[in-house]
């Protein structure tokens, strides 16, 4: 159940960062409290994560997903670069959280 909230927390940081942009963008207050509420889950769901799982491997795994997952949104919503080499980065971001999943 650890991993599966870990993962959850993942999510909900690449909605927040999500919710930045958007806020960035439009400025009402519908966009800053659906960031607060993405942020504020992620939060909650890696705080469950880290009472049975390490604080080093949630982090990483929490960060990885959320970096990853934040620049794969940002092509696909935004028409952000696709450039190759970044989608090797990105690749060797989420090949890493599968590691420390796989010796956890």
Not at 12 to 41: P, Y
Request: glycine share 10%; charged share 10%; net charge positive.
């Amino acid at each position: 159940m650890a991993w599966i909230s870990l993962v959850l927390a993942g999510l909900c940081e690449m909605f927040g960062v999500t919710m930045i942009n958007k806020l960035h963008k439009d400025r009402n207050w519908q966009s800053l409290l659906l960031l607060i509420l993405g942020f504020g889950a992620s939060f909650l769901f890696l705080a469950y994560a880290m009472k049975s799982l390490p604080m080093g491997t949630s982090y990483a795994i929490w960060t990885g997903i959320g970096a990853s997952g934040g620049a794969i949104l940002g092509m696909l919503l935004y028409d952000e670069s696709r450039d190759p080499k970044r989608l090797l980065f990105i690749a060797l971001i989420l090949c890493a959280a599968i590691g420390l999943k796989l010796i956890s």
